[in-house]
């Protein structure tokens, strides 16, 4: 669901969509939704293929790290790739509420979260089932963070791809349904993780 459709807390036009239609502003100057939508999966499809194939984007799981995944997949769509949001947000699907950090705590979530995930040595030697259960832990905190404007989804399932491929896990997430992660991801904001841990459990394909 595009940025311009969120409802937003403060109830002010947002700074990333255009001041005439609530499209986001992009770098090819496209107003139409539809148009847009199609153009971006199909760049971002690419860049993502790029990312599985190739390690593209290096880093050590930092802030940094993730600004430079969605960097690297949005780059040719969004002034905003690689930039955290400013602007503070919740959003709406199928009737349940996920309300996300606010943007001036973004900076300090990510990196508190981040740095326990260091702590926990990046979840490796865990034990598969553990493992599941803390990788689930982490995805869902990002989300809620959702750093971005746009794309959070997109960064995040690469983060914790790359995440797994340091404990030797390969995770493709062409093996789960769109609907059903979607699923997963609004039960898991709402406290229940369990399809969240099944869908991760799902994707792996090396255990």
């Known amino acids: 669901m595009p940025y311009s459709k ?6 002010v036009r947002s700074k990333y969509i255009y001041e005439d239609v609530d499209v986001l502003v992009n770098f090819l100057g496209i107003k139409d939704q539809k148009i847009l939508e199609r153009f971006e999966a199909d760049v971002t499809y690419q860049r ?5 194939k190739e390690d593209y984007v290096k880093g050590r799981f ?26 503070s947000v919740f959003k709406v699907t199928n ?5 996300f950090c606010r943007s001036e705590h973004i ?4 990196d508190e979260l981040l740095q326990n995930l260091r702590k926990e040595k990046y ?5 598969f089932e553990n493992y ?13 963070i959702h750093p971005f404007p746009e794309g959070n989804g997109r960064s995040i399932r690469e983060y914790i791809r790359e995440l797994a491929l340091k404990s030797n896990y390969k995770i493709h997430w062409s093996r789960l349904n769109k ?9 898991a904001a709402n406290g229940d993780l369990m399809r969240l841990e099944k869908c991760l459990k799902k994707s792996i394909i090396d255990n």
Request: hydrophobic share 40%; no cysteine.
């Open 48 to 52: 993502q293929l790029m990312l599985e």
């Open 123 to 127: 979840l490796k030697g865990l034990k």
């Open 6 to 11: 969120y409802n937003r807390r403060d109830f």
């Open 179 to 187: 609907d059903e992660l979607l699923d997963a991801m609004i039960r």
């Open 95 to 99: 009737g349940v509420r996920t309300d």
């Open 132 to 144: 599941i259960v803390r990788l689930a832990h982490y995805m869902n905190e990002l989300n809620l």
């Open 62 to 87: 930092s802030k940094s790290h993730l600004k430079n995944i969605h960097k690297f997949i949005f780059q040719d769509v969004y002034p905003f790739a690689g930039h955290f949001r400013t602007e």
């Open 107 to 110: 900076v300090s979530q990510l």
